[in-house]
């Protein structure tokens, strides 16, 4: 067991693409804790897809020493989406390492993450990275942080994590500030579970944090909430490599496996202590709240029970998304999940399609709307679908956001454009130094989730980051746009849209669903539809045989009684036919806005 003392344990927090990865290659490189010959660029994020994106999604622990200390390293996200990673992984922690990009000075998730690590009263070193850039402008930046977040400028150390320059200065810094963790190691046992994933040989493996007490091998522990109590089968330390250690005391860092094969017993929060002398619960978590819902719907329905059970997994491994099963009558048996923002919907999807070997088909993202009934109740609407009718609705309230937008002065006008035209309201303006503006504006967050990112990086040619909390709910007037097919709602398609862009949207689905269903027996008649009002409309014109290619010259009243009979034929199997719509088409027109 190590002494207190010489324990660390530290964050390293910032915007996207500031550097977190390449500092932590180069802490690994520094300390030895690597062979160079194993050593690869982004060493830590281990998932395919955080190396094809070039961002971290989970949070990484590691340990490594540095001139007799013991530094426990969480390398963190940066993209707003997975700022729940972040905040658990502060709460494993006494301090932070604030890295911001000296060649583009605070961004959004700079404040965000920073503002994160001041709630949990961490020792934060601030650190500007690339400072070999022939772009970077140290001294502007320190000025900005000291403007913004009131950190003392003669403490900003200065480096490039490229190239290592600064960095051994940077850990003697954090060994130097931060200070060592409290705990006692005579208290009854008290460990905080912050990360978990699912083995399929193993059972689960919890990161854990002691805090107080000490968890030793072949010990008989209880998970608190869960009230289930196991024996502790291994536990190790990632150097980065997993390195079996007897015990961990107070302040350490390390894995925990102990047979757990139920998922929902290890969740992220979750106390673990010992069952002989049990102790109360650590505080936890707060449940992060999703933003955004899509319907996940497997194209082969014998994969559903798999999709359960992938669902299940990957949740221990991710606790900021949630699911519950749904059924529509155009895609079968699914499930509705929330996530916290587009990108964590795109990689959640990505990550069942490659780790489970399923075919999902997504529906159009959505958001949580309140409906507030007449009778004085109040329904939470995920799914169009659940809109109760109009004559029972008093009115309907959307969620809102407060988004904070960092940008150069000359894209103010275009940006102040986009945010007006996506029903935003401004609430503050402040100028962050001479060529960079903070805008806060209310904005709904229905206009935030289809394309309003895109938009925003192309109008400030990619200069503008965002960041956004939720900002409660208002009122507004919303529509539910319904898609009808030969006469017949698809419950898919429907949407609840601003009456002021609901002939668009409908237009919109309308004009791709004409492209992708083939051509019937009959005319299909495609229509938008808001309550009893018909919108927009379309038609898939029928596919005709002919029935007159055998006549040759001759009466013409032959031909005219093959066509009359050909028309009879129809009228009565448009009243028995049903429309075929191919999986492509759900797929396609479901992406339209994206």
Same mark, same amino acid.
């Given at each position: 067991?190590?002494?207190?003392?010489?324990?660390?344990?530290?964050?390293? &927090?910032?915007?996207? $693409?500031?550097?977190?990865?390449?500092?932590?290659?180069?802490?690994? /490189?520094?300390?030895?804790?690597? $062979?160079?010959?194993?050593?690869?660029?982004?060493?830590? $994020?281990?998932?395919?897809?955080?190396?094809?994106?070039?961002?971290?999604?989970?949070?990484? !622990?590691?340990?490594?020493?540095?001139?007799?200390?013991?530094?426990?390293?969480?390398?963190?996200?940066?993209?707003?989406?997975?700022?729940?990673?972040?905040?658990?992984?502060?709460?494993?922690?006494?301090?932070?390492?604030?890295?911001?990009?000296?060649?583009?000075?605070?961004?959004?998730?700079?404040?965000?993450?920073?503002?994160?690590?001041?709630?949990?009263?961490?020792?934060?070193?601030?650190?500007?990275?690339?400072?070999?850039?022939?772009?970077?402008?140290?001294?502007? !930046?320190?000025? /900005?942080?000291?403007?913004?977040?009131?950190? $003392?400028?003669?403490?900003?150390?200065?480096?490039?994590?490229?190239?290592?320059?600064?960095?051994?200065?940077?850990?003697?810094? &954090?060994?130097?500030?931060?200070?060592?963790?409290?705990?006692?190691?005579?208290?009854?046992?008290?460990?905080?579970?912050?990360?978990?994933?699912?083995?399929?040989?193993?059972?689960?493996?919890?990161?854990?944090?002691?805090?107080?007490?000490?968890?030793?091998?072949?010990?008989?522990?209880?998970?608190?909430?869960?009230?289930?109590?196991?024996?502790?089968?291994?536990?190790?330390?990632?150097?980065?490599?997993?390195?079996?250690?007897?015990?961990?005391?107070?302040?350490?860092?390390?894995?925990?496996?102990?047979?757990?094969?139920?998922?929902?017993?290890?969740?992220?929060?979750?106390?673990?202590?010992?069952?002989?002398?049990?102790?109360?619960?650590?505080?936890?978590?707060?449940?992060?709240?999703?933003?955004?819902? !899509?319907?996940?719907?497997?194209?082969?329905?014998?994969?559903?029970?798999?999709?359960?059970?992938?669902?299940?997994?990957?949740?221990?491994?991710?606790?900021?998304?949630?699911?519950?099963?749904?059924?529509?009558?155009?895609?079968?048996?699914?499930?509705?999940?929330?996530?916290?923002?587009?990108?964590?919907?795109?990689?959640?999807?990505?990550?069942?399609?490659? /780790?489970?070997?399923?075919?999902?088909?997504?529906?159009?993202?959505?958001?949580?709307?309140?409906? !507030?009934?007449?009778?004085?109740?109040?329904?939470?609407?995920?799914?169009?679908?659940?809109?109760?009718?109009?004559?029972?609705?008093?009115?309907?309230?959307?969620?809102?956001?407060?988004?904070?937008?960092?940008?150069?002065?000359?894209?103010?006008?275009?940006?102040?454009?986009?945010?007006?035209?996506?029903?935003?309201?401004?609430?503050?303006?402040?100028?962050?130094?001479?060529?960079?503006?903070?805008?806060?504006?209310?904005?709904?967050?229905?206009?935030?989730?289809?394309?309003?990112?895109?938009?925003?990086?192309?109008?400030?040619?990619?200069?503008?980051?965002?960041?956004?909390?939720?900002?409660?709910?208002?009122?507004?007037?919303?529509?539910?746009?319904?898609?009808?097919?030969?006469?017949?709602?698809?419950?898919?398609?429907?949407?609840?849209?601003?009456?002021?862009?609901?002939?668009?949207?409908?237009?919109?689905?309308?004009?791709?669903?004409?492209?992708?269903?083939?051509?019937?027996?009959?005319?299909?008649?495609?229509?938008?539809?808001?309550?009893?009002?018909?919108?927009?409309?379309?038609?898939?014109?029928?596919?005709?045989?002919?029935?007159?290619?055998?006549?040759?010259?001759?009466?013409?009243?032959?031909?005219?009684?093959?066509?009359?009979?050909?028309?009879?034929?129809?009228?009565?199997?448009?009243?028995?036919?049903?429309?075929?719509?191919?999986?492509?088409?759900?797929?396609?027109?479901?992406?339209?806005?994206?």
């Amino acid at each position: 067991m190590i002494q207190k003392n010489l324990i660390r344990n530290f964050s390293i &927090i910032s915007h996207v $693409d500031h550097g977190k990865s390449t500092l932590s290659d180069r802490i690994l /490189e520094l300390t030895e804790a690597v $062979d160079p010959r194993e050593m690869r660029e982004q060493f830590l $994020d281990s998932m395919d897809i955080e190396r094809e994106r070039g961002i971290t999604i989970k949070a990484q !622990c590691v340990r490594v020493k540095w001139k007799n200390n013991i530094l426990h390293l969480i390398d963190t996200p940066g993209h707003v989406d997975f700022s729940y990673e972040v905040s658990r992984s502060l709460a494993a922690c006494e301090g932070a390492v604030l890295l911001v990009d000296a060649s583009q000075g605070i961004q959004a998730q700079t404040l965000a993450n920073c503002y994160q690590a001041m709630e949990h009263d961490l020792e934060i070193i601030a650190a500007l990275n690339k400072i070999d850039l022939p772009a970077a402008d140290p001294d502007r !930046c320190a000025e /900005e942080i000291e403007n913004v977040l009131g950190l $003392d400028p003669d403490k900003i150390l200065r480096i490039s994590a490229k190239t290592g320059k600064g960095v051994d200065e940077l850990l003697d810094a &954090i060994v130097e500030r931060v200070p060592p963790p409290a705990g006692d190691e005579e208290a009854p046992l008290q460990a905080l579970v912050f990360d978990s994933y699912y083995d399929q040989y193993r059972g689960v493996v919890s990161s854990i944090r002691v805090v107080n007490g000490v968890l030793a091998t072949d010990m008989q522990i209880k998970f608190v909430q869960a009230g289930t109590v196991h024996e502790v089968e291994e536990l190790g330390v990632r150097t980065p490599n997993p390195t079996k250690v007897t015990t961990l005391g107070p302040g350490e860092v390390g894995y925990l496996i102990a047979s757990v094969r139920d998922v929902s017993e290890a969740r992220a929060g979750e106390t673990v202590t010992g069952a002989a002398k049990p102790a109360e619960a650590l505080p936890g978590y707060r449940e992060p709240k999703p933003m955004v819902f !899509c319907g996940l719907y497997p194209i082969d329905g014998d994969q559903l029970p798999d999709l359960r059970d992938a669902l299940e997994k990957l949740r221990l491994n991710d606790a900021s998304f949630s699911y519950e099963p749904e059924s529509s009558g155009a895609l079968g048996f699914g499930f509705r999940c929330g996530f916290l923002g587009l990108l964590h919907m795109d990689i959640i999807r990505e990550r069942l399609e490659r /780790e489970f070997g399923l075919s999902l088909v997504a529906t159009a993202p959505s958001v949580a709307y309140k409906a !507030c009934l007449r009778s004085g109740d109040t329904v939470f609407v995920q799914n169009p679908s659940e809109l109760p009718d109009g004559s029972y609705l008093d009115h309907i309230e959307e969620p809102m956001l407060s988004a904070t937008i960092i940008m150069p002065a000359e894209y103010t006008g275009a940006i102040m454009e986009l945010c007006q035209g996506r029903r935003g309201e401004m609430s503050h303006m402040s100028y962050l130094s001479p060529e960079r503006v903070e805008l806060v504006y209310r904005i709904p967050l229905a206009e935030v989730v289809m394309d309003f990112f895109d938009q925003l990086k192309s109008r400030t040619k990619g200069y503008a980051s965002l960041d956004y909390e939720h900002a409660g709910y208002a009122t507004s007037d919303l529509v539910k746009v319904d898609i009808l097919l030969a006469g017949v709602a698809v419950d898919a398609f429907s949407a609840i849209v601003h009456r002021s862009k609901a002939a668009g949207y409908g237009r919109k689905i309308a004009e791709k669903l004409r492209e992708m269903i083939p051509r019937q027996l009959f005319d299909v008649p495609i229509q938008a539809a808001v309550g009893g009002r018909i919108i927009a409309r379309e038609t898939v014109k029928a596919r005709r045989k002919d029935v007159i290619a055998k006549c040759y010259g001759g009466d013409v009243t032959r031909k005219r009684k093959l066509l009359e009979k050909q028309k009879e034929g129809k009228k009565r199997m448009k009243n028995i036919g049903r429309v075929e719509v191919p999986q492509e088409a759900f797929i396609t027109a479901l992406r339209v806005d994206r």
